[in-house]
C-alpha cells in the first residue's frame, strides 16, 4: 500500500472512527470490523471535505450498512445549497464498473422517491432528505477510493451516461471521483477545522474597553470570503448552522455584491465572531482606530452567516470583492463562563430579521386588500408576526398562500417560478412578475377566489399523492402547481373569478375525477418526456413544463370535448 494510503488510513482512525455508529456490526470482529469501519469513516471524511462540517457531524450523515442501496452518505451543505451523496470504497483499487452502476442506481432510486431500496438510516431521512433535494442548486454524487488512478473507461462512460439523462432538463448534478491524491491533500481537515486559528487584517477598528476582550471593525470582503471557502460551514455556531436552510436572504446579498458593491457596507448589518481569545499579532499594544492585524482562536460566526455564504459564492463565482468592505465584531469568550458564550449567540439571533418578504409591506396597495377584505369577513395577512385567528373569520389566508394562488391563474410560466423559488416573486416590488400577480387593480374578490381554489384543489389532490408510491409519488408532487394551474383554466371557461359567492368547493367535488386525469395524464407524458431525468429539475424549467401542459390540454382536455 502506498504511504499516502497508509496516512490517510491512521487519520479516519484517529479523527473519524471514533465517532461512527458501528451498533449494526457490533458482531463483527477483526479485520472485516475494521474495513466497515475505515469505509464508514471514509465517507464521513468525505462529508468533512465537501460540506465542511466537523467529524461528529459527519458521522451522523453515514448511511453505509446492509441495503444501502450504493449510498454510504449523503448530507446538505446550507449555503453552497448542495447536496451531496457518497459512495466510499477504503481499498486501493480503482471502482468498476459495475460498482459505479450499482451506485448510479442508488443515486436514481434517491432522485425519484424510492425509498422502498433503502436501509432504514436513508429511509428515516425521507423528509429530511427530499427537502434538501427539492431546495438546492446542484447535487454531487461523489465515489471515494484510495487508488491514485482514474477509473476505467467502462466505469466513466456509466457516470457520464447518467449525468447526461438526469441534466436532460437542466444542470442539476455532477458526478466526481475522488482518488488518493485529493483525499490525502484533506487528510487534517478534521483539525483545521477544529483549531479555526485565523489572521484577520482590519482596516478601522476601535473597542469600547479592552481590545483583547472586544473590537468592532472594517474588513474587506475578500477576507471574509476565504474564511468560508477555508471553514465552511464549521465557520457557524453549531446550534445556529442548523435553522439556517433559506437562501432567499443570502440571494439579496449577493445581488448587492454582484451589483451595487460600493453600497454593500451601507446595506449589509454586519457579521458578530465569537473567539477564544484575541491577540495583535504584530505588536503587544496595537495602535487605535488604524490598520492592524489580529490573531483569533477557534473562531464562530454566530451571526451574519448569510453575509459570509453570498462573499464565499462570490468568491467561488469569481466577483469582483476589490469594492466591499464588511462591518464585523469581535466578541472574545477568553476569561467569560461557559453562558457568555451561548448568550450572544442568542441575543445576536434574536433580533428581527428583515427578509425579502417584509418588502412587500413596502407596496400601499397591501393594505389595502388587507382592510377591504377584513371588512367582508376575510383576514388577509402580508407582514410577518400577524394576527391569524381563523376563528373570527370566514377565510383567513398569508401573503404565501395569495402568491402561491395567483401565480397558478397568471399561468404556467409564474406557478412554475413560484413553485421552484417564491420568494424571487416578490423581490422587486415594482417589476413586471410581482406586478403581474399583484397588480395595482387587482380585484380582492379575485384574490378569495383564487386561494379557496388553490386550498381546494390541493386538498383532494393530496389524497392522490397520498395513494401513489416512488416514482409516481414524486412527480405527482413535483406536478402540482401545474395541475392546479391547468384546472383554473378549465374552470374559467365559464366561471369568472372576480364574482362574489362562487361555490368552488362543490365544483372541485364535482370534477375530482378531471382531477385525478390531469394527476396520471402528467406522470405518463412526464414519463414520455423525461422518463429517464429527474424531475425535480424538469419542473423548474419554464420550456419543459410549458411543453408538458401542452401535451396534458390534449390528452385529458381535448380528448374530453371529443368524448
Not at 362 to 379: A, S
Request: hydrophobic share 35%; glycine share 6%; charged share 25%.
Amino acid at each position: 500500500m502506498q504511504i499516502q494510503a497508509t496516512q490517510v488510513i491512521k487519520t479516519l482512525k484517529t479523527d473519524f472512527v471514533p465517532h461512527i455508529d458501528t451498533s449494526d456490526i457490533s458482531k463483527h470482529v477483526g479485520k472485516n470490523l475494521e474495513r466497515q469501519q475505515l469505509t464508514r469513516a471514509l465517507a464521513a471524511m468525505c462529508v468533512t471535505v465537501y460540506a465542511h462540517i466537523p467529524p461528529e457531524d459527519a458521522a451522523t450523515c453515514v448511511t453505509d450498512g446492509s441495503n444501502d442501496d450504493g449510498i454510504d452518505a449523503i448530507c446538505y451543505s446550507a449555503f453552497a445549497n448542495r447536496v451531496y451523496v457518497i459512495q466510499s470504497k477504503c481499498r486501493d483499487r480503482i471502482p468498476t464498473a459495475a460498482e459505479v452502476e450499482t451506485f448510479v442506481r442508488g443515486v436514481r432510486h434517491l432522485l425519484d422517491g424510492e425509498y422502498r431500496y433503502m436501509n432504514k438510516r436513508l429511509s428515516q431521512r425521507q423528509n429530511e432528505i427530499n427537502e434538501y433535494l427539492g431546495d438546492c442548486d446542484q447535487i454531487v454524487a461523489v465515489f471515494a477510493y484510495l487508488s491514485a488512478d482514474m477509473p476505467s473507461k467502462e466505469a466513466m462512460d456509466v457516470s457520464e451516461r447518467f449525468v447526461n439523462e438526469i441534466n436532460a432538463s437542466g444542470e442539476i448534478i455532477s458526478f466526481e471521483y475522488m482518488r488518493l491524491n485529493e483525499i490525502h491533500a484533506q487528510r487534517k481537515i478534521a483539525q483545521t477545522l477544529e483549531r479555526g486559528e485565523i489572521d484577520l487584517q482590519v482596516e478601522k477598528w476601535l473597542t469600547p474597553g479592552d481590545y483583547r476582550n472586544e473590537i468592532m471593525a472594517i474588513v474587506t470582503g475578500s477576507q471574509i470570503a476565504e474564511l468560508y471557502a477555508k471553514f465552511g460551514d464549521s465557520l457557524f455556531d453549531s446550534n445556529i448552522r442548523k435553522v439556517l436552510q433559506g437562501t432567499e436572504t443570502n440571494n439579496l446579498i449577493f445581488d448587492t455584491i454582484c451589483e451595487s458593491p460600493t453600497s454593500f457596507w451601507a446595506y449589509n448589518n454586519g457579521i458578530t465572531i465569537l473567539t477564544n481569545s484575541i491577540s495583535c499579532a504584530n505588536k503587544p499594544r496595537p495602535s487605535v482606530s488604524g490598520s492592524e492585524c489580529f490573531r483569533l482562536s477557534s473562531v464562530s460566526v454566530v451571526n451574519g452567516a448569510q453575509t459570509s455564504g453570498a462573499l464565499g459564492r462570490a468568491l467561488k463565482e469569481k466577483v469582483p470583492l476589490d469594492d466591499i468592505y464588511v462591518t464585523v465584531r469581535i466578541i472574545s469568550t477568553e476569561g467569560q463562563d461557559e453562558a457568555f458564550g451561548q448568550n450572544v449567540t442568542r441575543f445576536t439571533n434574536t433580533q428581527n430579521t428583515i427578509g425579502v418578504r417584509e418588502f412587500v409591506a413596502l407596496d400601499p396597495n397591501q393594505e389595502y386588500w388587507h382592510q377591504t377584505l377584513r371588512e367582508e369577513g376575510y383576514l388577509y395577512t402580508y407582514k410577518m408576526g400577524g394576527e391569524f385567528n381563523p376563528e373570527e373569520y370566514a377565510l383567513s389566508f398569508s401573503l404565501e398562500d395569495a402568491t402561491r394562488a395567483l401565480a397558478c391563474l397568471s399561468g404556467i410560466e409564474d406557478a412554475t417560478r413560484t413553485k421552484s423559488k417564491i420568494s424571487q416573486m416578490w423581490s422587486k416590488i415594482n417589476g413586471e412578475r410581482y406586478k403581474r400577480l399583484f397588480p395595482d387593480d387587482l380585484d380582492p374578490t379575485l384574490m378569495v377566489n383564487a386561494v379557496v381554489f388553490w386550498r381546494n384543489f390541493n386538498e383532494y389532490y393530496n389524497q392522490i399523492i397520498g395513494e401513489a408510491e416512488g416514482k409516481e409519488r414524486k412527480v405527482l408532487q413535483e406536478g402540482t402547481y401545474l395541475c392546479c394551474t391547468l384546472l383554473l383554466e378549465k374552470y374559467r371557461w365559464d366561471h369568472d373569478l372576480a364574482t362574489s359567492g362562487l361555490n368552488i368547493e362543490a365544483w372541485i367535488n364535482e370534477h375530482k375525477a378531471l382531477i385525478e386525469a390531469l394527476a396520471y395524464a402528467c406522470f405518463a407524458e412526464h414519463e414520455d418526456i423525461n422518463g429517464g431525468g429527474y424531475a425535480g429539475s424538469f419542473f423548474k424549467n419554464t420550456d419543459k413544463v410549458s411543453s408538458l401542459a401542452d401535451r396534458i390540454r390534449q390528452s385529458v382536455f381535448h380528448q374530453a370535448e371529443l368524448g
